[in-house]
């Protein structure tokens, strides 16, 4: 492979003595030993930390990610070797692939999309925030491996977590700027609508999106980082790499397979209720295909049995036949405004393979992330992220621990160094933040800042 997309924006090379791993086997080590990746493990996937010891955290979900995009390469390869197709010589190295998926929710805030659409809120004046724009930004200036090039990856694994590429401010619609929700007078509460950012890089960021499609021909990268409009709402990114379509499909399967089946485990999700949502219509491609394989455990109705298992004792294993069924179901295409390999391939999953994922996503959402019981606590969440944001902003030099206080003044008091601050925080240590400062017999002068 050409050492261009092993470079790394320091200009370091990987040259330590009888170290037999290559400069993807060290992404790989840099990401697992961040303080970033641990800090997963109290950030929310769905559902809020504290309620079970069972559900999925952000940690979790990102093995279970690196899991099937492992599966996925796996897959390509073996297709692949019967054709002869350009994108063969392209295919990520597992070590690549399994960075990316570990990596690719580092910059998620805690409480979810709440925490991103608060702190969006909160730096409305200064740069937005979105939560894979972060990820670039953790990996790329913040993470202490480096003084200023954060776990300075290779230029691929970070194309690979590029996931929009386009800059915040590019894809910002005018008519969509956060603010305050204009029917509640008692209680401060934000638009959550006006307020909820753009899929796009920081600003901030923008020196590193130039250095990794430096590569590129010109007209590859003007197509690369273009941006469709449409009148009232954000602009959204058209293209991503062939790494990070891996990761997304990964993402997608994790997301609506794997919280699906946290959903049924804890109650959330009625029998009566996939019934509804989930049709046999619906799941055919997956109905046909296991009676094609398993006729004689299955009989002459393989929708009866799926949902049997899946409110039964053989969950698991109906839950990795699902995994199986997209992984194995899948296709690379070519987008013609686009040249280089990297760029020009895109992997998907078929149909109507691709329309049953989707339906169990949106059935995810409807009944759970969307229900009452998930958007009351998303809510309280959003409210103490901007509560704790707005206290230190007020007066950063006086609340701000030691560390950040330093970061701020040497930022030139930039308020994106506060942000960066809480957008790091587990959901818990958000939590004991919110009542150190506002519960009344909370805290200690002995509390870890």
């Not at 601050?421 to 958000?430: K, Q, R, V």
């Amino acid at each position: 492979m050409d050492s261009i997309w092993t470079q790394r924006k320091s200009g370091k090379i990987d040259s330590r003595l009888n170290d037999a791993r290559d400069p993807f086997d060290k992404d790989y080590a840099r990401i697992v030993h961040s303080a970033s990746f641990r800090r997963l493990q109290g950030k929310t996937q769905i559902l809020n930390l504290g309620d079970s010891d069972f559900y999925r955290t952000r940690l979790t979900h990102s093995l279970e990610v690196e899991q099937i995009a492992s599966g996925l390469v796996k897959q390509l390869r073996m297709k692949l070797a019967r054709e002869d197709h350009p994108i063969q010589d392209w295919l990520p190295p597992d070590n690549l692939v399994r960075t990316l998926g570990l990596a690719h929710d580092l910059g998620h805030p805690p409480f979810g999309h709440g925490g991103e659409v608060a702190l969006n809120y909160c730096m409305r004046d200064n740069g937005g925030f979105e939560g894979n724009g972060q990820t670039l930004r953790i990996l790329s200036r913040l993470e202490a491996y480096s003084s200023n090039n954060g776990t300075d990856l290779t230029r691929r694994t970070l194309l690979g977590l590029l996931k929009y590429p386009v800059s915040f401010s590019a894809a910002s619609s005018k008519q969509l700027r956060p603010a305050l929700h204009s029917h509640t007078t008692a209680v401060s509460l934000i638009d959550t609508k006006a307020s909820k950012p753009p899929k796009a890089y920081m600003d901030t960021e923008h020196d590193i999106v130039e250095w990794l499609i430096e590569p590129f021909s010109a007209s590859d990268r003007a197509a690369f980082t273009a941006v469709t409009s449409k009148p009232g709402k954000h602009g959204k990114a058209k293209h991503k790499t062939f790494d990070c379509s891996i990761m997304d499909i990964a993402d997608d399967i994790a997301y609506g397979v794997h919280d699906l089946e946290d959903a049924i485990a804890l109650g959330l999700i009625t029998e009566k209720q996939f019934r509804a949502g989930i049709s046999e219509t619906v799941c055919a491609s997956f109905l046909d295909e296991q009676a094609e394989r398993h006729s004689e455990k299955i009989g002459n109705d393989a929708y009866e049995d799926m949902v049997n298992c899946l409110f039964g004792s053989k969950r698991k294993m109906y839950i990795s036949m699902l995994v199986s069924h997209f992984i194995t179901n899948i296709e690379v295409v070519s987008h013609e405004d686009l040249h280089h390999p990297l760029l020009k391939y895109r992997l998907r999953i078929k149909e109507p393979q691709a329309h049953f994922l989707e339906a169990l996503k949106q059935f995810v959402a409807q009944k759970v992330i969307l229900s009452p019981q998930v958007q009351h606590l998303e809510f309280k969440g959003q409210k103490m992220v901007i509560s704790v944001f707005e206290v230190f902003a007020s007066n950063p030099e006086t609340f701000l621990p030691e560390d950040a206080r330093i970061r701020w003044l040497e930022s030139d008091k930039d308020s994106r160094v506060i942000c960066d601050y809480i957008a790091g925080m587990t959901d818990s240590f958000l939590l004991k933040t919110y009542d150190r400062l506002f519960s009344p017999r909370m805290g200690s002068v002995f509390d870890r800042l």
